[in-house]
């Protein structure tokens, strides 16, 4: 992963305990609907990694709107090694 530019990086708080800071929004990150601050640095480490992974696989909700053709088929498969995105048939949907 570039080391040029991160969106994501592990910052430590006056308080001793560490954050994940987005710095595109320029505010503490959130995973999952929960803000990533106030975190062990372990915590915070391992999250700001799952979030890179996200990005740069292209996993975000944003970007897989972005690809996904009307009926659910995908324009490009950049997903990360091991995930596939499953269909059910139209008859099966019914």
Known sequence: MGESYQRFR??????GTWAVWDHEL?????LGGCLLNG??????RA????????????L????VR???KPGGAVT????????RRVHASPSARN
């Open 66 to 68: 972005q690809e996904a």
């Open 47 to 58: 999250a700001c990694d799952i979030l890179r992974r996200i990005y740069l696989n292209r």
């Open 26 to 30: 320029g505010a503490a990150a959130s």
């Open 10 to 15: 592990c910052v430590s708080e006056s308080s």
């Open 60 to 63: 975000d909700a944003f970007a």
């Open 76 to 83: 490009r498969n950049r997903r990360a090694p091991g995930l």
């Open 39 to 44: 975190r062990s640095e372990e915590s915070a």
